[in-house]
């Protein structure tokens, strides 16, 4: 009673509720906010009211106005008269004239929900009395009040005799409670026919999308193709940058909890989009019963490169709680070329067992994986290495030999864990006294598209790497992951870099991955670096970093060297010979580095099961100088770029490899210390050895000896 009472003392939430006064004078009513265009107030035959006009085409008149909200109104009436004149809508059905509104809370955040939103699309026959009430959602103080002509493409809209007084909530409450009752039935009646007719779909097809084979369509039409008699889809990239997709949503039956998605595809032409997933692929995501997107979705099926004809694909995953009908968009996703066909999909109910311990494996890794931050403790630290002849010593004059592995992924993927991971058990449990990382410097200053941070994560990521290596008094070898010839990029990051780890004991600098394609000259001298000729062994590079790597003018490794010792830092420096650090016979015959005031100059060397010339390309420099064997290893795996002819048997090469490298206390790091990256050394990332180089590159660094057969 005492509330009704309040509710009918109450005055109007917002004066001058008609439009009348303009007690300033500024030829605009009193309390209420200007229009930036297309607002006027207006007066006919003594009646002042506000008239919002299409100013263009698809243009917006709004009048925006903020309502503060008395303390303890838990309901609002709104009535006013509108006028709609000349209204043509917009391209979609609600680009209207409507009243929007939307609450805030005190800190100006939107409270939910909105009120509706009294809208037309048509003219109204002269003025015409509306009226609607909504309740108020505890913690909103403010209303927006924006009367709008959204986007349509003509019109006028006048308003008059606008009030908004407090009402009583309670009726609002009761309606809402037995509306959202009533609504509440009749969605799970929907909901069910829609899970019982796609459980029928199932019953008598075995899938869910019977007619993804696309026989029953028309060639020609849409999207639809025809081959030898088998119609497909056939999505063509029309530009560069542009999408193409094909939409089809499908409901799930009741009680689903896994689902498997078969079929096959062709991709023909295919170059990426800018974005490293601008590619082929399928994207797909979950809708409610209410039609809501639900923020799981399953892992998206993706191809990056063309197929060998048709190929037979195949994905499982699990269906979330309130998940009631699949979106799925096959597409080409800016992707700058290509041809993407689809055909014969089978969607059906699978065993959730399998996903969820695939799921759980994850998870295991994942937390296997983590290694906790350690304070850097000099104690245990590495001591400073300096070159002495074709030996390395330390501050103490003892000789170090340097064995370890090659603890890839950070040349990949910024945000990849694993390698951190992967330093520790190369050192506590492989017996690793040095761990190469290779990297890149876009990384470093945070340029890849999966980072955010301007590089801040990657570089804290390195520092704890070093910190790791050196806690436990191993050395790191950074390495600069680039190809063919060094760049002023590459200089101004190693200037970065040096002064950051300048005279860091456990820190040397590989300051180039694998030159190649270039003159002892210009790789040591620099110059103008041009298109390659002949064999192009690096084939896991894309179209776009090979053309990077062509037309530009080289800084040269000594340019490397000097950008180094520029900072001070004496730290050891790696530098690769040519034919992508194949090569170290340039070294001997003129072509050596000038150290500058270092602790000198190591050259390295990459070989795999390939390659030959050791003693050749190798050995003369191996006399006068260090060598760091930065790569090397053998997989039963061939590499498609090289002739499969040429690559030795792992269980021949290995062990005569490993006979040379200890015969001549040759540095190395073994590739890779991953399961994906051939030549591997791990089955997995429990870090199981793989037979044919793991086990025998483990017990290599053991003190296991191998005797060298046969020179290659």
């Known amino acids: 009673m005492a509330q009704d ?88 059905s609600w680009f209207d004239a409507r009243i929007m509104m939307e609450f805030m809370d005190a800190e100006r955040n939107k409270v939910s929900p909105s009120p509706p939103t009294p809208h037309s699309g048509k003219d109204t026959d002269g003025w015409e009395e509306k009226e609607i009430a909504f309740l108020v959602p505890d913690g909103a103080t403010i209303l927006k009040f924006m009367p709008s002509l959204l986007q349509v493409q003509s019109g006028t809209f006048d308003i008059d005799d606008l009030t908004l007084m407090p009402t009583d909530p309670e009726p609002l409450r009761e309606a809402a409670e037995v509306a959202q009752a009533a609504k509440a039935i009749k969605d799970q009646a929907h909901l069910e026919k829609k899970q019982a007719k796609a459980a029928k779909v199932l019953a008598e097809n075995g899938t869910l999308v019977p007619h993804w084979n696309h026989e029953n369509k028309q060639a020609g039409k849409g999207n639809i193709a025809e081959e030898d008699g088998n119609k497909f889809l056939r999505l063509v990239s029309p530009e560069p940058g542009k999408m193409v997709m094909d939409y089809r949503e499908v409901d799930i039956p009741a009680g689903v909890e896994a689902l498997e998605l078969s079929w096959k595809q062709r991709v023909t032409g295919l170059k990426k989009g800018d974005k490293p997933w601008f590619d082929a692929r399928i994207m797909m995501e979950w809708k409610d019963a209410h039609g809501k997107k639900l923020s799981t979705k399953p892992s998206p099926p993706y191809t990056q490169k063309d197929t060998n004809g048709w190929v037979e694909k195949r994905t499982d995953f699990l269906v979330p709680d309130g998940a009631v009908t699949l979106v799925m968009m096959s597409c080409l996703f800016q992707a700058k070329a290509g041809t993407y066909e689809l055909d014969d999909f089978i969607l059906k109910p699978t065993d959730p067992a399998d996903i969820l311990e695939r799921k759980a494996a994850r998870e295991r890794q994942i937390a296997a994986r983590f290694v906790p931050d350690e304070k850097p403790d000099k104690s245990k630290w590495p001591k400073m290495l300096k070159v002495v002849g074709n030996r390395l010593h330390d501050t103490d004059g ?10 890839g992924g950070l040349e990949t993927l910024p945000q990849d864990d694993q390698p951190v991971k992967s330093l520790v058990v190369a050192i506590d449990e492989w017996n690793s006294n040095c761990v190469r990382v290779p990297m890149k ?37 950074i390495d600069l992951h680039r190809y063919r010839a060094p760049k002023q990029e590459h200089a101004d990051f190693w200037k970065e870099f040096a002064a950051l780890y300048k005279d860091h004991p456990a820190v040397l600098f590989d300051v180039m991955n694998e030159p190649h394609g270039i003159s002892w000259e210009v790789w040591r001298n620099g110059g103008f670096v041009g298109e390659e000729k002949g064999q192009d062994e690096s084939a896991f590079l894309t179209d776009d970093e090979k053309k990077k790597n062509r037309g530009f003018q080289s800084v040269g490794m000594q340019g490397l060297v000097d950008a180094v010792r520029s900072t001070g830092a004496k730290n050891i420096v790696i530098a690769g010979g040519i034919f992508w650090c194949n090569d170290l016979r340039g070294i001997v015959n003129g072509y050596a580095l000038d150290d500058k005031g270092g602790n000198g100059i190591m050259y390295s060397w990459h070989t795999y099961n390939w390659h030959e010339g050791w003693e050749e390309k190798v050995l003369p420099v191996a006399e006068k100088y260090p060598i760091f064997l930065g790569e090397v290893g053998a997989d039963p795996k061939k590499m498609e770029f090289v002739p499969a002819d040429d690559q030795e048997d792992p269980a021949t090469w290995v062990p005569d490899m490993l006979g040379f490298i200890q015969k001549h206390k040759i540095n190395w790091t073994g590739w890779c210390f991953h399961p994906r990256a051939t030549p591997r050394m791990l089955l997995d990332w429990d870090y199981t050895p793989t037979p044919f180089w793991g086990v025998p590159a483990k017990e290599a660094l053991a003190g296991k000896q191998f005797e060298m057969k046969k020179m290659r």
Do not use: C, H
Request: charge should be negative; avoid cysteine.
């Open 5 to 92: 009472v309040v509710i009918a003392q109450a005055e109007p939430i917002v004066p001058n509720t008609g439009f009348e006064t303009d007690l300033d004078a500024d030829g605009w009513p009193d309390s209420w906010a200007k229009l930036k265009t297309g607002g006027s107030w207006e007066e006919e035959n003594g009646n002042r009211f506000l008239r919002l006009t299409s100013m263009e085409p698809n243009g917006t008149t709004m009048l925006y106005q903020e309502i503060s909200i008395p303390e303890g109104v838990g309901a609002i009436k709104m009535t006013w008269k509108q006028r709609i004149t000349g209204l043509q809508r917009g391209k979609n």
């Open 441 to 477: 410097e876009e990384f470093w200053w945070g340029k890849s598209p999966y980072q955010q941070d301007g590089g801040k994560a990657f570089r804290e990521k390195i520092d704890k790497m070093i910190t790791l290596a050196a806690n436990r008094g191993a050395y790191i070898v």
């Open 398 to 407: 003892n000789e170090v030999w340097l064995q370890g592995v090659n603890a």
